[in-house]
């Protein structure tokens, strides 16, 4: 936009966006009003129709700009105009009344806070607002606004601040605290019950703790906890007040555990923190009854809030109750514990749900102790759990078919996956033994007496009979295979159980065969009736892919007892297409197959093999043979189904063979599909799906006989790099990357395998190139990079030579910068190998020419290298990726300290010593301890990593 609009325009635009019908003509003004808003015309505009306020909708377009120009395009403002800026937003907020649409207050308060947190020059706010709104009751509700986003936006991810710049504010947040917590106390005593301002109250004080500007020592005889401990009392408070003062208790107790975790702290402040965690214990602990009421009149909202203070507060007494407890004197806090499990009782699993996080660090703590005593002490709290998670695994009893099955199955059926992960977890506390037979007890309906003696109570329905053997389903991996108690009762009852019981209980039923599958090994007595009972359930509709799964898993646990059934086993692979299963299932039944294959004698392996692959071949022949047949994903005409099926056995047959041996009993089949492979690759090269999946194929096929399939080495460069030269499909890259792995080592096939790299460099840089070529091909980046990496581990001599390396270096340099986590890691992956080849003293005899060629190349690149990783970790990056970056660094500084130095320092002196809205980066001192910190700790990348964050957060 290189004029101003007239103001007329604008209103009209927005008056197309909201009103008109049309959808070209609202596409049109959104693309237009888009334009204005990056435009700096945008700040003048925004301020009028402010202050015009002719409707709701200009008044939002207005007020949202506002935000976002400030947010995003601060630095457009010269300084002299932050001032009047400032007094203009002072104004618009003056003028909200209780008719002023919320989300544009909202908007106008960030507009606000985000100045006030990039405008330095404003000294202090928190107390001129105060003075200037905290007086009018009118004004309350804005002013309480920009004070909770004022907290709330320091770690905005939008405001590069700077960690330095951020600090500033936190501690002149902090020194304003007496009179913001006067202010609240006040709005809190002259609000009239005023349920949206007291809201607005606990919602400002949470986020003021949340940031640390109110301190914990305060909290005890703060009126604002006390007014939430107040609403919490009561189960009839209006929700959005009482949900806010859950969020506030909540982010108390989160920020009490966090000072518990810190060592130097006085004893003085230490015993505050004691007196401040004993009377928040006793007022949390007063709300079991307001809970119990919530339950009672299905304030289901409510339970879930109670719900998640009670959880809160056993996390933050977690540590203390696990190192306080002992066998004869428990910690007086566990009986938080007993409130948790309370809510997990409740008839809604979102409830049970609030509390897993609990759950799990409380066995990781038990765990790492390893300490039976304490297990003992919390036996009794998992047991329950357990049969409380039991409860709410179960299905409605008129459910009909699978529990997949049906309205709200999807939910249901996450919620006990994440169930069956949470019991895998804190299992080793009761023992896998305990729970089996716990829920056994369920399974029959008994209980026992105090003499041993089992008595049938009652007889169990099919949904909690289901839920039971799903629970057993969780741990049965666990069970020790001496156990001779339970267990083969349980596997009698599956196998007899009558057709008419509900399908989910002998779906389940066929599951936890399967997860008995260790158990299943030790004892091979039970195996010939379980894979009949399995076989004839591969027939049925509903069980059939449960069976294929189970199969698998018995084949992979049992491979010696199974290798005399393998005659079987083929049968079913010849009628695999007859199963009503879906192909996920089919593959999972040839994984099983593959895994016996491999463990039959060696001269039966060749021809069963063929016999298997051409079962999936044939039909592939096929569909390249036919013309104009339309593929259907996911149907028997879509070559991905045969090949994935070809993939899983080339993947899962591994036979133990003489290393010595000449001729590898997979290797002719293989070379036979070979054939296939090309046809599928020529007929279908337009489709990157298919080629990826074949692609996969031969990688898997490759990968099974290794060596034994160099003679078929060179068709197959040939080809992908003929068809990579006209589709440029990311998985060839990746198969040349198996290429290299395999036959790179062997001097006679490196030279045609860097030749197939620089052939693949010339259509790679050509879509790289382009702009954001590197954005929109992160596949391509992943995948070269991988290849170029291969080659440094296997064919270090070879790659160095080429005469692409200086251009790939090049294209790893601007490459660095992608914020990709796969692609990224490649790249960083690649440069480590690079630095590593050189530095590597291994067994090969080409050391001291890898080492000269790295040094004659860093000599070159090296200052480019150290810019390009500091310029990304700080500006480019996410914050996870910084480990990579880190591991490079060392390298460098462990391949050529001396000029590592000399390149970080001219790296940082290159760094802004402000950011874009004239705030100050970095201080010189704490640019030296990045150096220093850098260069001087090469055993430690976590250390260099840690050094990396906290420098890029002085720009961030």
């Not at 197309?16 to 959104?30: F, H, M, Q, R, V």
């Not at 810190?262 to 004893?267: D, L, Q, R, S």
């Not at 026992?448 to 053997?469: K, Y």
């Not at 692959?613 to 149907?635: D, H, N, S, Y």
Request: with cysteine.
């Amino acid at each position: 936009m290189n004029s101003p609009p007239e103001l007329d325009t604008v209103y009209q635009a927005v008056y197309t966006l909201y009103t008109n019908p049309d959808p070209t003509e609202k596409e049109k003004a959104s693309a237009w009003l888009g334009e204005l808003q990056k435009s700096v015309y945008a700040w003048k505009v925004s301020d009028e129709m402010l202050q015009q306020k002719r409707d709701l909708e200009s008044c939002y377009f207005a007020a949202q700009t506002m935000r976002t120009k400030i947010e995003l395009s601060f630095h457009e403002l010269p300084t002299d105009a932050h001032t009047s800026l400032r007094d203009s937003l002072l104004q618009h907020i003056s003028q909200i009344n209780e008719h002023t649409n919320t989300i544009i207050v909202t908007q106008l308060s960030v507009a606000l806070a985000d100045l006030a947190l990039q405008m330095s020059s404003w000294q202090s706010p928190v107390i001129d607002l105060i003075n200037k709104f905290g007086g009018n009751q009118s004004s309350l509700w804005p002013l309480l606004e920009v004070m909770t986003v004022l907290p709330e936006e320091i770690n905005s991810r939008f405001l590069r601040l700077g960690a330095n710049r951020r600090q500033c504010v936190v501690m002149d947040l902090s020194n304003a605290v007496d009179t913001v917590i006067k202010f609240l106390s006040m709005c809190l005593k002259n609000g009239n019950d005023n349920v949206q301002i007291n809201t607005r109250i606990l919602r400002c004080f949470k986020s003021w703790v949340n940031v640390h500007a109110i301190p914990l020592q305060s909290i005890p005889n703060n009126d604002v906890v006390a007014y939430a401990f107040q609403v919490l009392g009561n189960y009839q408070s209006c929700s959005q007040l009482h949900e806010a003062a859950t969020d506030c208790i909540c982010i108390i107790l989160q920020e009490l555990e966090e000072e518990n975790c810190h060592t130097k702290i006085t004893i003085e402040y230490t015993t505050c923190l004691q007196q401040l965690q004993l009377g928040l214990f006793t007022n949390v602990m007063s709300l079991e009854q307001p809970y119990h009421l919530s339950v009672a009149h299905e304030e289901n909202e409510k339970s879930i809030n109670y719900c998640r203070i009670f959880t809160e507060l056993a996390e933050t007494y977690l540590n203390t109750i696990v190192l306080g407890s002992t066998v004869d004197k428990k910690h007086y806090a566990i009986k938080i514990l007993d409130l948790v499990l309370m809510c997990v009782g409740h008839h809604d699993y979102e409830v049970a749900l609030i509390t897993f996080n609990l759950w799990y660090r409380l066995s990781e703590c038990l765990y790492r102790k390893n300490n039976d005593d304490l297990n003992t002490i919390f036996r009794p709290h998992i047991e329950r759990l357990i049969g409380g998670l039991c409860k709410h695994c179960q299905v409605e009893p008129d459910h009909l078919g699978l529990i997949e099955d049906g309205s709200g199955g999807e939910d249901l059926v996450d919620f006990r996956g994440r169930v069956s992960e949470l019991i895998k977890d804190v299992v080793f506390v009761v023992g896998s033994s305990h729970c089996f037979r716990q829920m056994f007890t369920t399974l029959t309906g008994t209980n026992d007496n105090q003499q041993g003696q089992s008595t049938i109570t009652r007889q169990p329905t099919w949904d909690l009979t289901e839920a039971a053997l799903f629970i057993m389903q969780a741990v049965a991996k666990n069970i020790l295979p001496e156990e001779n108690d339970v267990v083969p009762k349980v596997v009698e009852a599956i196998l007899n159980v009558p057709d008419n019981t509900h399908i989910a209980v002998r779906h389940t039923s066929i599951l936890l065969l399967g997860e008995l599958c260790e158990w299943i090994n030790s004892h091979p007595q039970s195996l010939e009736p379980i894979l009949n009972f399995l076989l004839s359930c591969l027939n049925q509709k509903g069980l059939a892919s449960a069976s294929s799964s189970a199969l698998h898993s018995i084949c992979t646990a049992c491979p010696e007892h199974m290798a005399s059934h393998f005659p079987g086993l083929l049968q079913i692979a010849r009628s695999l297409d007859t199963f009503p299963i879906s192909n996920e299932a089919a593959v999972g039944l040839l994984k099983g197959v593959s895994l016996i294959l491999a463990r039959l004698p060696t001269n039966e392996i060749s021809t069963a093999m063929k016999e298997l692959c051409w079962f999936q071949a044939k039909p592939l022949c096929q569909l390249v043979e036919l013309q104009g047949i339309p593929l259907e994903r996911g149907t028997k005409t879509d070559p991905v189904l045969w090949l994935d099926r070809l993939a899983a056995i080339f993947r899962h047959t591994n036979p133990s063979i003489d290393n010595s041996c000449d001729i590898h009993p997979c290797q002719s089949t293989i070379t036979d599909m070979w054939p296939v492979f090309s046809s599928v690759f020529n007929k279908f090269q337009d489709d990157p799906r298919i080629m990826e999946r074949c692609c996969r194929c031969l990688r898997y096929a490759v990968r099974c006989i290794g060596q034994h399939a160099v003679h078929l080495l060179e068709s197959i460069v040939e080809q992908i790099v003929q068809l990579y030269s006209t589709n440029q499909h990311s998985c060839f890259l990746y198969l040349g990357s198996i290429l290299v792995d395999e036959y790179a080592a062997d001097h006679a096939c490196a030279s045609g395998l860097v030749r197939m790299l620089e052939a693949f460099i010339g259509p790679t840089f050509t879509i790289l190139q382009v702009t954001d070529g590197l954005k929109n091909h992160p596949d391509t980046v992943d995948d070269l990079f991988r290849l170029c990496a291969r080659f440094l581990q296997r064919g270090p001599i070879a790659f160095l030579h080429s005469a692409a390396l200086s251009s790939i270096i090049d294209c790893a340099l601007m490459a660095s910068s992608l914020d990709h986590r796969d692609a990224n890691a490649s790249v960083m992956k690649f440069f480590y190998d690079f630095l590593h080849s050189g530095r590597n003293h291994d067994e090969r005899s080409d050391y001291t020419i890898r080492r000269q060629l790295v040094q004659g190349i860093l000599a070159e690149k090296g200052k480019a290298l150290v810019t390009s990783l500091l310029q990304a970790a700080v500006f480019s990056l996410s914050t996870y990726m910084l480990q990579d970056v880190a591991d490079v660094l060392v390298e460098l500084t462990l391949t050529d300290g001396a000029s590592m130095a000399i390149w970080l320092e001219e790296a940082i002196k290159s760094m802004p010593t402000q950011n874009a809205v004239g705030l100050p980066t970095a201080t010189p001192e704490q640019l030296l301890e990045f150096h220093s910190t850098i260069l001087r700790t090469t055993d430690s990348p976590k250390t260099v990593m840690h050094a990396l964050r906290n420098f890029a957060r002085l720009y961030r």
